[in-house]
């Protein structure tokens, strides 16, 4: 388990290093998310940084899109967060890190993807601000859920076996229905999904 990993990390003599507890915000394949309030729990009894790969969630999970910290109501207690400029923000090139000064300067001082790369043309930071700039229109984000809801009816209609309502496919406790689950399968099989 991960407090069992953090244990024997910190019973490690001479280990004096920086913990970094590293999840995806959402899962792809299945729409599970990770547990974030227990993950945050367990950095702050044991000195760890949270990292959270939120590619899967920027722009429409959470109140406002800022993802699954925001969902899970830890957005303060997330040291890290990757994600993308695709996706749900509109298939701009690249991504970013969003964090506190230091850490940012580390990446920028030590990172060779940043020091070996290019920065995006203007066009595209153009686009990505834009993006962001749209992100917090909630009434897009409404739409998504309305037509997410919308769909899954019209599929439940046609007798497709569907899992929660749930625009990635979870319910509240954890319990994803798995992606796999719906492909190729139709309740009359007169309906196969490709």
């Keep these: 388990s991960l407090e069992t990993a953090l244990k024997t990390s910190q019973q490690q003599e001479g280990l004096d290093a920086t913990r970094i507890i590293a999840t995806d915000g959402v899962f792809s394949m299945d729409g599970t998310y990770a547990p974030l309030k227990r ?4 950095a702050d009894e044991y000195g760890a940084l949270v990292l959270v790969d939120d590619c899967h969630a920027t722009g429409f999970v959470g109140p406002s899109g800022r993802g699954t910290p925001e969902r899970a109501g830890v957005i303060n207690r997330v040291d890290i967060v990757n994600s993308t400029l695709g996706k749900a923000l509109g298939g701009a090139t690249g991504g970013y890190t969003a964090a506190r000064a230091e850490i ?3 990446l920028r001082q030590r990172s060779r993807p940043y020091l070996f790369s290019n920065a995006p043309p203007p066009c595209v930071a153009a686009a990505a601000l834009e993006a962001l700039d749209l992100m917090h229109e909630s009434a897009k984000r409404e739409t998504l859920r309305t037509n997410t809801l919308y769909f899954r009816k019209a599929l439940r209609e046609a007798r497709f076996a569907l899992g929660v309502p749930h625009e ?3 319910n509240e406790k954890g319990n994803c229905t798995h992606s796999g689950s719906v492909v190729g399968t139709s309740l009359d099989e007169e309906h196969p999904i490709v």
Excluded: D
């Excluded at 993950?39 to 367990?42: A, D, N, T």
């Design 168 to 170: 990635l496919g979870q």
């Design 104 to 106: 940012v300067e580390n």
């Design 39 to 42: 993950i945050c729990e367990l």
